[in-house]
């Protein structure tokens, strides 16, 4: 477990975000559309919708995308519909996908849909923002405003200085992914993020979110992890605030794994602690916790084994 590097994942910690600060996001990244967004009437996702008008389309992997319903001000609908993509990867159809999701979403809803996107990859000159063709003299031409994160490397006294909680998301996201052949940097850089967090003086419930996010986005090895934590501790000495998550993650997983090798002793002897190598592995507490549930039913080691070997998603059904 020592020296496994665990891989950045972005869906998880965009999709929080996105859920905690959707009306900053849409400050941060798209001003002139937040302006004329109603925020006194409140916002809803619509995800599990989102899911039922495209869970048929096989258009490539996305990282992230949300559905949310917005009233305009003085528009003259009643309400309108926002669709958000935040994409990680460089994709070919990527284009195709941001419109088959816009025309599914009107007509479904009938109402007019903004698709907008961000995206997070590492090819500067992948820019998409329109998908169209011409047949006959007819004409699609669907275009779509973006974000690209690194655009913002040039702007990073701006994002130092901004106290939105999207200028810490981009400066996170831009740390992963320079530092992702770079541990050590990357352990730098993080230490640096939570630095900076606590001298801005953000409420404490902020700081909270945006360290989860950072500890997401900035994944270390288990090693590098503790050097980390004790040097946010020499921090938090200072700041007088507690930091909860990378240590808390690795004392619940420690915690989980010496239940684990003990169960695995009592109920299959040393054939059972064969199993245990792999079971270090695991970087995921919900699937520790599943397994060491596993050993109260679990008749042999094959059973148990299913409980975390890697199976193909399937969608959710409504």
């Known amino acids: 477990m020592a020296n496994k590097t665990p891989q950045t994942e972005y869906d998880s910690p965009w999709k929080q975000m996105l859920q905690l600060y959707f009306q900053d996001f849409m400050q941060f990244f798209f001003p002139q559309a ?3 967004i109603d925020w006194s009437r409140g916002f809803v996702f619509l995800d599990q919708e989102l ?7 096989e258009l490539g992997k996305r990282l992230i995308d949300k559905l949310v ?3 305009r001000i003085g528009g003259e609908e009643s309400w309108l519909l926002i669709h958000v993509e935040v994409q990680s990867q460089e994709e070919t159809d990527f284009p195709r996908r941001m419109f088959v999701y816009n025309y599914r979403i009107f007509d479904r809803y009938n109402r007019s849909v903004a698709s907008l996107a961000v995206l997070g990859d590492d090819n500067i000159k992948w820019r998409p923002n329109q998908f169209g063709y011409e047949l006959f003299g007819c004409t699609v031409d ?8 690194l655009d913002y490397q040039q702007r990073r006294r701006e994002l130092e200085a901004s106290r939105n909680p999207f200028a810490t998301v ?5 740390a992963a992914v320079q530092t992702r052949s770079n541990r050590l940097q990357r352990k730098q850089l993080k230490l640096a993020l939570v630095r900076r967090l606590y001298e801005q003086g953000f409420e404490r419930e902020a700081v909270i979110n945006l360290l989860v996010f950072i500890d997401w986005m900035l994944t270390l090895p288990l090693d590098l992890e503790l050097e980390f934590k004790t040097e946010v501790e020499q921090l938090e000495a200072q700041v007088r605030m507690q930091y909860v998550t ?3 993650r690795i004392a619940r997983m420690e915690s989980l794994l010496e239940g684990i090798e003990v169960g695995l002793k009592l109920k299959f002897g040393t054939l059972g602690l064969s199993l245990l190598p792999e079971i270090s592995t695991l970087e995921d507490v919900e699937q520790l916790r599943a397994v060491l549930k596993g050993l109260e039913t679990a008749s042999n080691l094959d059973e148990l084994r299913s409980l975390y070997q890697p199976t193909t998603d399937t969608p959710p059904e409504n």
């Open 170 to 174: 981009v400066l996170a996201h831009l």
């Open 142 to 149: 669907f275009q779509f405003p973006i974000i690209k994160l």
């Open 246 to 248: 990378s240590f808390e």
């Open 69 to 71: 319903k917005i009233y």
């Open 34 to 36: 937040h302006a004329q």
């Open 51 to 57: 899911q039922q008008v495209v869970r048929d389309a």
